[in-house]
């Protein structure tokens, strides 16, 4: 199974770039990992948050295919535990998932029609965390369940 991880702009700050950048070394001996930054968008301040989630949408959608199976990263998304999210990916590896997606999207959340496509959405927390601190708590969860899966120790129960 592919895991794709959509995100709507860069991880600017090199202290979780290099985060992420370890945790992404690390899954390669898992799963085949795919990272897309979608750009952010520019001359947002005439824009309405509906309009630049309406345009974030767009560019989004254009990455996902009909038979991805799409999860949100989203605040009113289910929360799980670690070992309850590795039980989520290796329920959809079983269930012959080719491409798993996971998306952050931009500062104002999701377009409906992004929302429509989505088949579930995912809570990291009940507390708001930056938009770039997501994507490597993110990673480090994606990895951790992994070695759940494996019955690796790197999770202590």
Do not use: C, W
């Amino acid at each position: 199974m592919k895991i794709t991880f959509i995100t709507v702009g860069k991880t600017e700050d090199a202290y979780l770039r290099d985060g992420i950048e370890k945790y992404v070394k690390r899954l390669k001996h898992y799963t085949k990992l795919e990272i897309v930054d979608l750009p952010e968008l520019k001359n947002t301040k005439s824009l309405s948050p509906e309009q630049q989630k309406s345009r974030e949408a767009e560019m989004i959608l254009k990455k996902i295919s009909p038979l991805d199976h799409v999860t949100l990263l989203d605040e009113n998304g289910a929360e799980f535990t670690s070992k309850e999210f590795a039980g989520y990916i290796d329920r959809r590896a079983i269930a012959g998932t080719n491409n798993l997606v996971f998306i952050v999207g931009g500062p104002y959340g999701f377009d409906r029609q992004v929302y429509d496509r989505a088949n579930d959405k995912l809570s990291l927390s009940q507390m708001t965390f930056s938009h770039q601190m997501v994507r490597l708590f993110f990673i480090e969860q994606l990895y951790r369940a992994f070695t759940i899966i494996k019955g690796e120790p790197y999770h202590h129960s």
